[in-house]
């Protein structure tokens, strides 16, 4: 009879947050297949656990298939690890799973904590439904398409983020979706954890030096009956524009606050006040 695969949710930060069936199957079973094993021993350490484990990353999943399946077939059963949280979620193992279905293996979820869902629980936002993306592209042409596509979206969005490329979302996202509301959660769980639901520029000015894991969730794209003021005509447009810029620092303050106050993607808002400028022309 074969063994049983086991994908088991880890904890994500405090080792306090894991289940008793979670420890129970990882002492149960003949090895611990892990993202980190030197991570991993330091969880099985703290449970006193001293159960075999081998490496499965993204880098050598393929390899360790036929291994871990011929323990399966044998009747062994397998744990499957990530660095933290639920497995497959951004990191390897989905290949090891579908192998494993194919042969006709039992795979067993062992539920637990997600940095995705942990956020969005705490985020105050609609979560009936939510679309999890994982982490944007890392080519800029290709993360201008893959933040385009939140212009719209009518569910919560969930995706995380590394520390040096944060900043660079944010001002990215406010682009295109403007000033929305926004969850992020850093370091979840840890010592230094945050969590704050703001307005994006609100989140850049707070940002400071970033440092640690992000979780970011959005609100849903607004409905009709909720967008802001609607944006004046061409020179009504111009007129508040120059009115503006007497008491702003620069002309690009002045445009991420008419963004902000109509709701408006900030490159939206400077073409429609480029626009105006063209239409109305130069000042006397």
Known sequence: MSGTLYVVATPIGNL????????????????????D??????????????????SLHAHNERARIPV????????????????AGTPVLSDPGALLIAAAHDAGIRVEPIPGPSAALALVSA???????????????????????WFEQLRHEPRTVVFYEAPHRIRASLQQLEEVIGHRPVAIGRE???????????LINDHLEALGEPRGEFTIAIAPARSGSQEGPQIPDTHALHSEFLQMTETM????????????????????????????????????
Do not use: W
Request: no cysteine; proline share 4%.
């Open 123 to 145: 985020s105050g936002f609609p979560a009936d439904e939510v679309l999890f993306l994982g982490f944007p592209p890392s080519r800029s042409k290709d993360r201008a398409a």
């Open 188 to 198: 979840l769980t840890k010592v230094h954890e945050s969590l704050a639901v703001r």
């Open 37 to 54: 094993t030197r991570r991993t021993a330091r969880l099985l350490q703290h449970y006193s656990i001293s159960t075999q484990t081998t």
């Open 249 to 284: 620092e620069s002309r690009k303050d002045t445009i991420r606050a008419l963004a902000r106050k109509y709701h408006t993607p900030v490159r939206t808002m400077y073409a429609l006040v480029e626009a105006a400028a063209n239409a109305v022309g130069p000042e006397d």
């Open 68 to 83: 871990l399946l011929g323990r399966l077939h044998a009747g062994a059963s397998v744990a499957l690890v990530s660095d």
């Open 16 to 35: 306090e947050d894991i289940t008793f069936r979670a420890v129970r199957v990882l002492r149960e079973v003949a090895v611990v297949a892990a993202e």
